[in-house]
């Protein structure tokens, strides 16, 4: 990776979204003050590691300056590339939230124990992960709880949101039922991994945003598509996902109204909550970024009406990549556009979005580099997926 960039300023708060092109993934890196760095969730593309790629492409020191390395849910488009993280980052704290898909935890559980793993699966990625940790100063995952306070000084305030106490008692109910030596498909209760889905709520000199994670609203399985049904808010639905972090999760509540938001579930309807949106955010809508997601029975993100909603509610919306136009604009065709500055391709078409807000600055600047780009009328009247 070649990008024409410097490093943030020491004051500077940088959150940089990470897609590799036309294929899936998601990886957040945030600068939050005097070279400190935090990884959330992570993607790789070209066979690299793209959170990695892009830090030492800044010059960035990960084995002394990466604090924090963050998963928000263990879904293959979000964790490729973490054991790799976590073996070079090695003085970092690994945080995840102790729930999740149950036949999956189950696998790792069994292999542990000293038993042949059910099948293989995204979770063995876990299992390297604790290699690494082990490797490195015999680190053990931080287990995430529910709204828990992860950071906190006279700059910044980071939050956990999610997963809810609903989900966490639900996963250990199914726990307890399991037996070890005989589990039975009977008593593996079937875990929604986006519903056990983390995001963060970061709060830097009064600058708020929501980052990372595939949280869903708490809709029913055959409904959670249809976002006309929320009317509102879903206090039906409250306890799980964005549901209870509208309804009753005291996070969100204290700190909106939020200026910076990577879209969840790579801009799903599944995910938009309209409360969210007309209660939750600065006046004018705020910046935000969205990746995509390219699944294997089909399922094709964002679609075109929830993106043209999205962006018709945020004041700038950028996304990581561009091959779902069908005819690209050139990279260069979007310098003088306000609120962006394009650079130097990537060699490699990944899709980098770097924004950056200064304490004395009243405005966020963002850049895009290699695939990445705005999110205007006339990338949505190309847009087909």
Request: proline share 5%; hydrophobic share 35%.
């Amino acid at each position: 990776m070649t990008l024409n960039i410097e490093l943030p300023h020491s004051d500077e708060l940088e959150i940089t979204t990470l897609g590799p092109g036309p294929s899936s993934g998601e990886s957040i890196v945030v600068h939050l003050k005097n070279g400190e760095w935090i990884i959330i969730d992570s993607c790789k593309f070209g066979g690299k590691v793209l959170p990695l790629e892009y830090l030492h492409c800044l010059g960035v020191n990960c084995k002394e300056q990466v604090t924090t390395v963050i998963c928000t849910h263990w879904h293959r488009d979000h964790i490729q590339g973490l054991p790799e993280i976590l073996n070079e980052c090695e003085n970092a704290r690994f945080c995840i939230a102790p729930v999740g898909d149950f036949k999956g935890y189950l696998n790792v559980v069994l292999k542990l124990a000293g038993y042949d793993p059910l099948g293989s699966n995204i979770w063995n990625t876990f299992n390297e992960c604790l290699e690494a940790l082990e490797k490195h100063n015999k680190r053990r995952p931080h287990l995430v709880g529910h709204n828990e306070r992860l950071a906190h000084d006279g700059t910044k305030d980071i939050f956990a949101i999610g997963p809810s106490d609903e989900m966490y008692g639900r996963f250990l109910t199914s726990l307890l039922k399991v037996d070890p030596q005989k589990p039975q498909e009977k008593d593996i209760e079937e875990m929604k991994g986006n519903l056990c889905s983390l995001a963060l709520s970061i709060n830097f000199n009064g600058q708020k945003a929501i980052l990372g994670g595939d949280m869903e609203v708490g809709r029913k399985t055959q409904d959670k598509y249809n976002y006309q049904l929320c009317g509102g808010c879903c206090p039906q639905h409250r306890e799980c996902g964005w549901c209870d972090a509208i309804a009753d999760g005291n996070v969100f509540a204290d700190e909106k109204p939020y200026h910076f938001i990577n879209l969840p579930h790579h801009s799903s309807s599944s995910a938009y909550c309209p409360k969210m949106w007309l209660e939750g955010m600065v006046e004018g809508g705020p910046i935000a970024t969205t990746t995509i997601f390219r699944g294997a029975k089909g399922e094709n993100l964002p679609t075109k009406e929830m993106l043209t909603l999205y962006k018709n509610k945020c004041k700038e919306l950028y996304i990581t990549n561009s091959e779902d136009v069908e005819e690209i604009t050139a990279v260069n065709d979007l310098e003088g556009i306000e609120g962006i500055e394009v650079l130097d391709k990537i060699t490699e078409e990944a899709g980098v979005i770097v924004s950056r807000w200064k304490p004395q600055e009243t405005h966020w600047e963002v850049r895009c580099f290699g695939c990445a780009r705005l999110v205007d009328d006339s990338y949505l009247d190309k847009y087909h997926a």
